[in-house]
Structure formats: structure tokens, C-alpha cells
RNA sequence: GGCGCCAUAGUCUAUCGGUUAGGACGCCGCCCUUUCAAGGCGGAGAGACGGGUUCAACUCCCGUUGGCGCUACCA
């Protein structure tokens, strides 16, 4: 071994942690450590829209409590960074200044209105979609000119317009790409900051990663660095593609289908330790039995070179099992500790009594009244939501609107759950009385209960979350076409007051 | 549509040319047990399809079908 092995995982902040960063996290830690190497974390937030500072707070937590931690990264720094590209800029735009002073890139001044339309003329005629190089013809004089009078821009990698590009997998082999079916990927965006592709080859390398671990995802899209790696004349990183997480029908892992938050994972009453078992079961399999075990087993036995390609379907009876294994091998007093450290500290139970105490006439009233906030997913059927004054389909609109627009919120006190759920009302041209039955079978299984807003702030988005889901499951769900009916109902507009 | 990846029971997988195709979850049954779990024991259940190559194919090759991914100034 002559250059130490350097992994890393590069999650983008757009979202909650999902279990798909903790399984490519997993990957690369074990690799790196299996090789005496080092992990790194590194924050991809290049897109400005999406990106939040609560999203990366969240995803770094949630990788922690699962277990697993990294040995350079924006928290505990490191001799490479930054490790945030937002704070990076400056380094992409050298590189991009030199791909465009050799020739390998050039600026593009296409309006999104000619690249839609180019778009929809290359469907239309059932030609490949790819940029047709309309200003690949633009010479370097008159190109620099209109970049510096302020006309706006994008810079384009250059490909060949023949030959085959092989990708060396450490999984697959060797897979062939057609340079003819590679587009010309846009590197800098005209915000002037980079697309992924550009940041995460200069990173890489100057991060001096020797093996990147991804999603099969970027498989279609290796080409393209490994375009950019010789343009730039470095040595590229072993590629290695893992198959995607799926749901029960196959589809790719997605939070419509399941929950797929880590922190859903933790509300739950996971363990951190099982959770990471049950993704290690997905990477390396024991020949023979032995499907317990801990990181330094786990690290000991991963071959990513034999993974199983297909991708597997996230089973979380499975999970269920695994967790039953490692909560029955806790001493008694382990579990107890474990229990309260959950769901009973003691600041949780002051709320939990205060919203209770005028509902309570004997003491052994509060923990049956308290019981849903302990609970995880609900028995709740069709039938639980009778005696509502709405219709089944008011109901399944109710529900649905709710759980959208809670998602879509940043803040999860109950006077946001307030906002959003009485928004609902008035979308929906009701009154939030006759609703609230709904939303308190849903979230606590009565129709009577204890304050609903409070309650679902004390459950947390993720249980809130699912509860939602399961509802609405008991009503059969949503249809794809009437998701894209409801969600395009206005919601109550913030300027008229409600948010004041 | 184009390009690519993938294909063993419902699910996760072992096998790396010659096996009664092994294990785990789930399911079913039995035992244990005041109930229910847990635990123990047992059972049902798989090589998508069609061609090759070979003495021999789940395993290698080709095709079909199916699933998935990519096809953005998102990652």
C-alpha cells in the first residue's frame, strides 16, 4: 500500500438525513478503515436554493447517533479544508478558468428558453437530449467579450464527439460509455458557483481521495469526471458504485413509500447499533449465519469487490428482528437506561403532565392519557375516523395537505403545526373544528386526547410523519393524480396576517 | 425514446462449471409455558424466459422479458 486510503461520503443539506447517506457513509467508513485509511465528510451545498444550515446540522447529528464518525469534516476540520463547497467558490472558479484557458470548456450563453426548446424538439424528433453545442462555435475573443460586458453565462465541459470511455468499477468491471452519449455538462452554474460534478472532482482530488464510494446513481455520470480528471491532468480514484436502497416494490427508497429519515429511525426506539447492523447486512453477508455484529466484525468481513449488485429491498421487519436481538441482550438496567434516555427524560414528562393534569382524576389516568406519545405507529383503521363530520375523501385531503405542508416547513413548534393545520382548514373552506377529530385520531389514535398541537410538537416531525402515512394508508392512500391535484391547492397566503 | 446497471424463495443472501442449491427474516407446525412473547425443534418456499458453449450450467456467452438508475444552471 503506498497511498493511504482516504473515503469519503459528501451528503447534500436539502433535506433530513436519510438512511441512504448512513448506508453509503457505512461503505466508506469500513473501507477506510479496513485499510488503516482515513473518512472524511464533506458538505455539498452548492445548491444555494435547497441547501439549509438546519439540513446539515441535522444529517451530521444523525450520522453521529448512528454510530459513526469521521476523521475530517466541517465540525472537527481537518488539513483539507474547507469541507463545505459553498465555502470553496473560489477554488472551482480557478479550475473552471483553466478548463476554459485549455480549451476543454467553454462558456455557454443559451437562455433556459432555447435549451427548452431544444429539449422538447430532440424529444419530439426521438433524438438524444443533450446539448447540441450551439456555442461551442462562439470564438474566445467574442466569448470573452460578452462575459465581460455581463452577459450571463454557464461554463460547459467539452467531450469528444467520438470514441469510448471505459469506467474501471470496482464492483461491475469494466463498463463502456459511447463519448457520443455523453452531454456536455454544465460545470459552473451562472451564479458562478459549481455543479456537482465539477465540485466533487476538484474536491476529490485536492481532498486526495483515494476511493469514491457513491450511489449507483452517478454511475451514467463517471464518464464525465473522469473527463475532467484527465483535462485536469490527475490521476483519477477507484470507482465503486452501491446499489440503491429500494421500498417493498422495488422502486428506489423514497419517503412517500417508507420512512426513510434516520431520526424516524431513532423515534422509533431504534438502536443506533442495530440500525448500522441492519445496513451492514446489506453490504457484506456472512457465508454462514452469524448476522449479528458490530463495527469491528462488520469492517473485518466487507469485500465491496462481492457485494450483491441488485439493489436490496429496505426490509424493516427485518430491522424489527435485529433490534429485538440487541434489545434482549441489553442488561435489564441497559434497557432501562436506554428507555428513558429516549422518550422519558424528565423535561419531557414536566410538558407531557402540565397538558395533562386538568384531564387526569386519578393518578393512574396519566399514562393510559399520555400512552400515543410513547407509542410509534398507531393501530388506526378506517373505521377509527367514524363519526367525523367530513367525507372520506375531505378526510384523505385533510390528511394529505397536512403532512405536505408540514414537510415543507423548516421549524416544527406546535405554532407552526398550528399555522399549517388550520391553513388546511381554510384551503380545504372548513372549519378547523370539524377537522381536528381527524387530525386527533390520526396523531393519537382518539378522538379525545390532549392538545393536539402540543402533542404533535412532543411527537416530533418523524412520528408525526408517519402517522400521517398510515392514515391515509387506512383510507387506501393517494393516487398519483390526485397528489398533483392537492398539492397545487393554494395554500393560505403568509402576507394576509396568519403568520403574524 | 436514448444510454447504463441489475436478475437465486415474499425479503436479505451463500454458491464463484459437478451441491439433496446452504443460511437469515417472515410464514406454518410442534415443544416449553397460567396467557402472550422470548427460546428450542421441524416444515413449506428459489435459480425470470429462450438459445448457445461444455461430458456437465444457477454459475460462462447471446437474445428476450422485467426491475432500477441517468437523461437539469439538483445532487
Known amino acids: 500500500m503506498t497511498t493511504p486510503v482516504r473515503t469519503r461520503v459528501a451528503p447534500s443539506p436539502t433535506g433530513d438525513p436519510h438512511v441512504g447517506t448512513a448506508y453509503v457513509a457505512l461503505a466508506n467508513y469500513a473501507f477506510a478503515k479496513k485499510h488503516g485509511g482515513d473518512f472524511l465528510l464533506r458538505i455539498e ?67 433556459p428558453e432555447r435549451l427548452d426548446a431544444m ?34 453565462y454557464v461554463v460547459r465541459m467539452k467531450v469528444p464527439e467520438s470514441g469510448v470511455c471505459v469506467v474501471h468499477d470496482l464492483a461491475r468491471g469494466d463498463v463502456p460509455f459511447e463519448y457520443a452519449t455523453v452531454d456536455m455538462q454544465v460545470l459552473l452554474k451562472s451564479d458562478g458557483l459549481p455543479t456537482y460534478h465539477l465540485a466533487n472532482v476538484v474536491d476529490d482530488h485536492l481532498m486526495e481521495i483515494t476511493h469514491v464510494i457513491r450511489g449507483e446513481e452517478w454511475m ?5 469526471h473522469l473527463l475532467l480528471y484527465g483535462y485536469l491532468g490527475w490521476e483519477p480514484p477507484v470507482l465503486m458504485h452501491l446499489p440503491l436502497l429500494r421500498n417493498p416494490d422495488k422502486s428506489k427508497l423514497s419517503k412517500r413509500k417508507n420512512p426513510t429519515g434516520i431520526l424516524f429511525y431513532e423515534r422509533m426506539g431504534y438502536l443506533p447499533e ?40 429496505f426490509d424493516i421487519g427485518k430491522l424489527d428482528w435485529l433490534n429485538g436481538q440487541y434489545l434482549r441482550a441489553l442488561s435489564t438496567d441497559e434497557l432501562l437506561a436506554r428507555t428513558m434516555a429516549w422518550g422519558f427524560e424528565r423535561d419531557r414528562l414536566v410538558r407531557i403532565a402540565e397538558l395533562a393534569q386538568s384531564r387526569v382524576e386519578r393518578l393512574s389516568d396519566l399514562a393510559p392519557a399520555a400512552g400515543f406519545l410513547f407509542a410509534g405507529r ?14 372520506d375523501d375531505e378526510m384523505r385531503k385533510a390528511l394529505a395537505l397536512a403532512m405536505w405542508r408540514l414537510d415543507a416547513e423548516r421549524a416544527f413548534e406546535k405554532e407552526t403545526v398550528e399555522r399549517v393545520l388550520k391553513g388546511v382548514g381554510e384551503t380545504l373552506g372548513k372549519k378547523f373544528r370539524d377537522l381536528a377529530r381527524v387530525y386527533y ?9 390532549l392538545p393536539l398541537f402540543d402533542s404533535m ?18 383510507f387506501g392512500g393517494v393516487s398519483g393524480k390526485e397528489q398533483k391535484e392537492w398539492q397545487a391547492l393554494q395554500a393560505p397566503d403568509q402576507t394576509n396576517g396568519a403568520a403574524a
Open 45 to 111: 451545498d452548492t445548491d444555494q436554493a435547497r441547501s439549509t444550515p438546519e439540513s446539515e446540522r441535522a444529517i451530521l447529528a444523525a450520522l453521529h447517533w448512528a454510530g459513526l464518525s469521521w476523521d475530517e469534516g466541517p465540525d472537527v476540520g481537518g488539513p483539507h479544508g474547507p469541507y463545505r463547497q459553498s465555502e470553496r467558490s473560489a477554488i472551482y472558479k480557478r479550475y473552471s478558468d483553466e478548463l476554459l484557458a485549455n480549451g476543454h470548456a467553454f462558456r455557454c450563453f443559451c437562455t
Open 378 to 391: 398507531l393501530a388506526v383503521t378506517k373505521e377509527s375516523f367514524a363519526g367525523a363530520k367530513l367525507g
Open 119 to 152: 429539449r422538447a424538439a430532440q424529444r419530439a424528433a426521438g433524438t438524444p437530449q443533450k446539448y447540441d453545442g450551439h456555442c461551442l462555435a462562439i470564438p474566445p475573443e467574442e466569448s470573452e467579450r460578452r462575459a465581460a460586458s455581463g452577459e450571463p
Open 274 to 313: 442495530a440500525l448500522l447492523n441492519f445496513l451492514g447486512l446489506l453490504l457484506a453477508h456472512a457465508p454462514e449465519g452469524q448476522e449479528i455484529f458490530g463495527l469491528p466484525e462488520f469492517i473485518e468481513r466487507l469485500d465491496l469487490s462481492k457485494i450483491s449488485l441488485g439493489g436490496p429491498v
Open 441 to 449: 385520531v390520526a396523531m393519537t389514535g382518539s378522538p379525545t386526547s
Open 220 to 224: 451514467s455520470s463517471a464518464p464525465k
Open 457 to 474: 410538537e412532543l411527537l416530533g416531525r418523524d412520528i408525526v410523519r408517519e402517522r400521517f402515512r398510515v392514515a391515509l394508508a387506512a
